[in-house]
């Protein structure tokens, strides 16, 4: 009776870190398109400015990349392919850490050079939900 419960409780546990995972991973998606939307914004804009449009570019395929990544990660992870999940929101949040540390570090657009090394706390719902989406694997 006692392996029952505990099957029960571990069964519990495991569908609320499914739940986390995608939640995690839907957050990341927002930020992405988020952090995406604001670089496009700063390289794509109709008044003269020091930015080339070639970074805006850059940042629109990477900020869709990763977005399109991290949901059907979600939904992976959501449907019971954890592990795969997993690791598309790992490596979707790596994706946008390279795309924080060139924008905020490399080419410094105003909000981002502000941020610094705090704008990488906005990249942690990814890694999270990528690390939680591989630790289900069964």
């Given amino acids: 009776m006692l392996k029952q419960s505990q099957r029960q409780t571990q069964l519990g546990s ?10 995690l991973g839907v957050l990341s998606a927002t930020n992405s398109i988020a952090l995406g939307f604001y670089l496009s914004s700063i390289y794509f804009s109709p008044f003269p400015t020091l930015y080339s ?6 940042a629109g395929g990477l900020t869709l990349l990763s977005a399109v990544m991290l949901v059907l990660g979600s939904f992976l992870v959501w449907k019971g392919s954890a592990y795969k999940g997993g690791i598309m929101n790992l490596v979707a949040g790596a994706i946008l850490a390279v795309m924080y540390f ?37």
């Fill in 102 to 138: 060139y924008f905020a570090f490399l080419s410094q657009p105003p909000l981002l050079s502000w941020l610094g090394f705090v704008g990488i706390f906005s990249l942690a719902p990814a890694v999270i939900s990528g690390v939680t989406g591989i630790a289900l694997k069964r």
């Fill in 53 to 58: 449009p070639i970074g805006g570019y850059f």
């Fill in 14 to 23: 495991s569908k609320r870190a499914i739940t986390v995972a995608s939640f």
